[in-house]
């Protein structure tokens, strides 16, 4: 028989000096002996502490039976099933996922980001009702329960009508369950304020869907060019072929060769099997696939046909320099007609020490958003020195 206070002291000072393994070992044999609720959370503390999320969620659990309504053990069960679902997340475990978030209600998790301070930064992370919303979802969507998800982010974004990602699921499951056109527009105004590859894609595909491959062609190619300078590239694979497929539909049989070619040298690099879509979209075409090296060669090719498929379609402008912001990573030009475009510096094309005010440059408007203003705006891209500047 053991000294039950003796021992809970023990327990408890180790805990407060954050020795949380002796500190477990301790509250582990008080669980067993006692069975009581206090114990039970001092062991779930600990466990989640060393990062045995899944001893933390079943002792957890066994005290919710003892006093459903005990607060302390609700914040170590939610702590543990969130970082279960990341966890899950990471494994691609989706049915898990939805599993476990069934032990806990969103209404009842914080809508607080958590602030932690690492190394004298202040890092943001979100809140625990963001965090269960994004990994339920993005379970939802991998499962293609397109109704639940449709349902699930509507919830969200009531409690967070900002987020970009909830509202990116939001359009595909509305397009997935019939409204097509619904989905592009919603689509094409998240694009706007977040520029990833796999937007553009998503926006591709629904054009394929009502086999307007002109446009599933145009916003593919965009995706490629803003995927040039992001890492990873075998994860990108799906946005070559897609390109590759887009381009067999238009009848440009040439580049949709190489697009392909691409698409599976980087699957092909990384050791992976390669995709019966892939398979038979080469044979299709004629393709041998035989995998190359030196993707970013190929890459580098490809960025040219990118370039003049997208800028062909698009007016030039003529202007000059304005100003850089003190940044040195954006500035404004001045065009012919005496209108302001604000540029970002990757999108000047050259040696960019030649950037200052008065310069003339030649350059392209396409449509952006305005964070500051929170409006749609206008900015310049693919800009070059004129000639004779």
Known sequence: MIDIEEERKK???????????????????????????????????CCNQVKDFDAAYETSKSVLEIDPEFQYIKQQLTRSVLQKMKDYDNKGMWDAIIKI?????????????????????????????????QKKSKALEKLKRWDDCLELTRKALNDFPHEIWLKRRKAISI???????????????????????????DIAVFYAHNEDYEKALDYIIDGCLVSINQPDPGFRWELYYDAALY?????????????LLLSYSLRDNEGWKTPQDISALANEIGLSLESIEDTKALTKELRSFWEKHKFSKLPKHTGKIKTMLPNGKAGFITSENGKDFYFKIFSFNGNRK????????????????????NEKAFQAVNITPKKDA
């Open 11 to 45: 327990a408890r000072d180790l805990r407060k000096s954050r020795q949380y393994g002796e500190a477990r070992e301790i509250f582990q044999k008080l669980w067993e002996e006692t069975n009581d609720k206090w114990d039970g959370w001092g062991l779930a503390l």
């Open 101 to 133: 978030s069934d032990n806990l209600v969103a209404n009842e998790l914080s809508t607080e980001d958590i602030i932690l301070n690492k190394n004298g930064k202040n890092i943001t992370l979100p809140s625990d009702r963001k965090t269960w919303y």
């Open 175 to 201: 397009g997935k369950t019939g409204d097509v056109e619904k989905a592009i527009e919603d689509l094409k105004e998240i694009s706007l304020q977040k520029t990833d590859w796999f937007i553009h894609r």
């Open 247 to 259: 381009l067999q539909k238009k009848g440009n049989i040439q580049m949709s060769v190489k697009h």
């Open 354 to 373: 030649r950037i200052v005010s008065g310069l003339g440059v030649e350059f392209f408007v396409q449509e952006s958003f305005d964070r500051v203003k």
